[in-house]
């Protein structure tokens, strides 16, 4: 009995040091990303921002859901995608009929680390990214 009890706590103890490492590699993550807008116009970096938050909680997007969910125009975030694209935060991963799909992959692979095996982008069914299947040990 007692010996569960300690498994049990270790396990838990675990767990929070893995999800303390995650939390302080997204925000590494964050902090090297939000430094890439610096030089930006004040309107220009909001607009970002914008989207940018979105993208951290939904790290696989299409232009229009994104255009819809952070209440900007499509052309807006189109832009704002490409120039994401271009400093290397997002990446184009995949075409679900005519929406490109795009993600955020060094955030992905942060959150995937030694806990789930990810097919590369181009494994789609449906039109659905399939991005991650748990490893069956």
Known sequence: YEQWVIFYLQALS????????????LTVLHNKSI????????????NVLKVFSYIE?????DIQKTATAVDLS??????????????????????SGKAKI?????????LRKDTWYHFPAQH???GILLYSHKLSC
């Open 14 to 25: 675990d767990s929070a040091s893995d999800a303390i490492q995650t939390i302080d590699k």
């Open 35 to 46: 430094a890439q807008f610096d030089g930006l116009s004040k309107r220009q970096k909001t």
């Open 57 to 61: 909680t939904n790290p696989i997007i």
């Open 74 to 95: 499509y052309n807006t975030v189109s832009k704002i995608v490409l120039l994401l694209v271009e400093k290397g935060i997002l990446q184009q991963t995949d075409k």
């Open 102 to 110: 795009f993600s955020y992959p060094e955030y992905l692979d942060i």
């Open 124 to 126: 789609t069914l449906d």
